[in-house]
């Protein structure tokens, strides 16, 4: 079974920043990608951003020119860079890794951010 740690989550004011990383239990680029997600109050659960095996990243929309997702093969760990953080970012993050077979979540960390 595929562990994910996560970590980095807190409490800011807007306009502040946060670092999530997430640690994978097993090697980062043995994943056809690796993801953040982010469940709201609504708890719709909403794709933040991909980084494929290969290195292409996709943003959504909301976080295009604010978030960033990379990674460290040297500490098999992706990060997501959160500049510029909204009251409406408020929520958990979770960590996603897409195997060829299976899914691999992380616990969550929850992100507030007051205005």
């Known amino acids: 079974q595929v562990r994910l740690v996560e970590s980095g989550g807190g409490f800011v004011v807007a306009g502040e920043s946060l670092r999530l990383s997430c640690a994978p239990s097993?090697?980062?680029?043995?994943?056809?990608?690796m993801a953040w997600y982010r469940h709201g109050p609504g708890n719709q659960r909403d794709l933040v951003a991909t980084i494929t095996s290969g290195g292409e990243i996709n943003y959504a929309d909301f976080v295009k020119g604010r978030f960033t997702i990379s990674r460290d093969a040297a500490k098999n760990t992706v990060y997501l860079q959160m500049n510029s953080l909204k009251p409406e970012d408020t929520a958990v993050y979770l960590c996603?890794?897409?195997?060829?077979?299976?899914?691999?979540w992380g616990q969550g960390t929850q992100v507030t951010v007051s205005s």
């Open positions: 097993r090697d980062i680029f043995s994943f056809r990608h």
């Open positions: 996603n890794a897409h195997g060829a077979l299976s899914d691999y």
